[in-house]
C-alpha cells in the first residue's frame, strides 16, 4: 500500500500570502494518478485538483498543483479567507487508495 | 446537478448490525464507481473500498477487506455500506463518493455525498 505523508501538519499564515503544502508517496503514483481535497469543518471533502495538477471545475486559479513520481505539491498563491482549511492529498494509482493525514492551514 | 445523498445518522450499540446508503441522481449511476471514505471523530479520511454499480465489481481497502461489506442496486441509483457486527471503534463520519466512469477505476473523486454519522455506544 503507498503510504502518503504530508507536511506540514499546520501551516500558520495570514490573508494574501502563499500556502505552499508538500505531499510525499513512499513509492512512485502512476500516471499522476494524485489528487487534492480541501476539507472544512462539518463539510464533505471537496476536489480541488486531479492528475497532479489538473484544477477541477469552479476551482480558483489561485489553486495549482505540480510534481510527479513520489513529490507533489498543492500552491495556494494568495490566501482568501475562504481557504481556511484541511487540505488532504490522495492517489488512486494504485489497487488500493490512499490518503494523506491531511495539512491544516490555519489563520497566523 | 449531480448528487448523492445519504441517510441519516444513525446510534448503535456494539454488536448491532448497520446497513447506510447513498442514492445518487442526475447522472447514470451504474457507470460511475462509488467510494466510501471513512473519517473518524478529529481525525483524517480513510479510504474504504469502491463499487463499479453496473456489475458489482468491488475493491476492499486491506485495512477494511472483511469488516464491512460495499453494495449496490443500480435499479433504485443506491450505494450501501454495510456491518454485520459493530464495535464502538467504528464511531465516524461515512462519506460516499463518485468515482471515474467505466473502466476508469483509477478517478478522481468528484462528487461527496453530505456524510452518514454512525455512533456505536452501549
Known amino acids: 500500500e503507498i503510504v502518503l505523508t504530508q507536511s506540514p501538519g499546520t501551516l500558520s499564515l495570514s490573508p494574501g500570502e502563499r500556502a505552499t503544502l508538500s505531499c510525499r508517496a513512499s513509492?512512485?503514483?502512476?500516471?499522476?494518478?494524485l489528487g487534492w481535497y480541501q476539507q472544512k469543518p462539518g463539510q464533505a471533502p471537496r476536489l480541488l485538483i486531479y492528475?497532479?495538477?489538473s484544477r477541477a471545475t469552479g476551482i480558483p486559479d489561485r489553486f495549482s498543483g505540480s510534481g510527479s513520481g513520489t513529490d507533489f505539491t498543492l500552491t495556494i498563491s494568495r490566501l482568501e479567507p475562504e481557504d481556511f482549511a484541511v487540505y488532504y492529498c490522495?492517489?488512486?494509482?494504485?489497487?488500493?487508495?490512499?490518503f494523506g493525514q491531511g495539512t491544516r492551514v490555519e489563520i497566523k | 446537478e449531480v448528487q448523492l445523498v445519504q441517510s441519516g445518522a444513525e446510534v448503535k450499540k456494539p454488536g448491532e448490525s448497520l446497513k447506510i446508503s447513498c442514492k445518487g441522481s442526475?447522472?447514470?449511476?451504474?457507470?460511475?464507481?462509488i467510494a466510501w471514505v471513512r473519517q473518524m471523530p478529529g481525525k483524517g479520511l480513510e479510504w474504504m473500498g469502491i463499487?463499479?454499480?453496473?456489475?458489482?465489481?468491488?475493491k476492499y481497502s486491506p485495512s477494511f477487506q472483511g469488516q464491512v461489506t460495499i453494495s449496490a442496486d443500480k435499479s433504485i441509483n443506491t450505494a450501501y455500506l454495510q456491518w454485520s457486527s459493530l464495535k464502538a471503534s467504528d464511531t465516524a463520519m461515512y462519506f460516499c463518493?463518485?468515482?471515474?466512469?467505466?473502466?476508469?477505476?483509477?478517478?478522481?473523486?468528484?462528487?461527496w455525498g453530505q456524510g452518514t454519522l454512525v455512533t456505536v455506544s452501549s
Open positions: 513509492q512512485s503514483v502512476s500516471s499522476s494518478y
Open positions: 492528475g497532479a495538477s
Open positions: 463499487i463499479y454499480p453496473g456489475d458489482s465489481d468491488t
Open positions: 490522495q492517489q488512486y494509482g494504485s489497487s488500493s487508495w490512499t
Open positions: 442526475a447522472y447514470s449511476f451504474s457507470h460511475y464507481w
Open positions: 463518493a463518485r468515482g471515474g466512469y467505466g473502466a476508469k477505476f483509477r478517478y478522481h473523486l468528484d462528487y
